[in-house]
């Protein structure tokens, strides 16, 4: 198996996943936040200057990382996504050691996180890298939106949540840490500020 042909096939594949099977409920979880990750993911690989097959496994888990959400609900959008990958590997010769990595990689991002190796912290801090950026104050009014678009609820602690999980969650790798944590910190401060103006 060829990787750089391969991982160009993978995309080629989740954009016509996404292209096929969007939802307009999905104004969060959809081509351009995967795109995003990808992007993310691949800055932080060159920063820890990954080899061919590292860089491989973590571009195809970023790729498909949240392909689940095209077809099944919220909680189960990991392991959908692990299923969609997997098909996508049946006619591609690639080994079961490979394709466990990458399964890994997807199932690392299910919340809480927990990352075991270098790559499933890299696809983690890939996934929440905007909780470290100005782009959150939007992100987090689009994923609130989603939410109340797939479950018919109002969300009325949203920004209570939002500040528990802002508070909570720590970027894993030190490339990240060094780079987002003074974005997070002033996103914790425009949460509490928005609290105490409503």
Known sequence: MELTQTEYLAEKYVIDLFTRLASTYLVYHNLSHTERVV????????????????????????????????????????????????????????DEALIDTISECIMATKWPTAPKTLLEEIICDADTYHFGTKEFEITDELVKREFQLRTHKNYAHWCDDTLMLLKSHRFFTSFCRDKLDKGKKANIAYMEAKIRSN
Not at 66 to 91: K, N, P, W, Y
């Open 39 to 94: 992007g993310h993911a691949m800055e932080i690989a060159d920063h820890y200057r990954l080899n061919e097959r590292d860089r491989f496994i973590l571009s195809v888990a970023a790729w498909f990382h949240d392909t689940g959400h095209l077809i099944t609900d919220i909680a189960l959008h990991e392991q959908a996504s692990v299923r969609l990958m997997r098909s996508f590997f049946i006619d591609k010769d690639a």
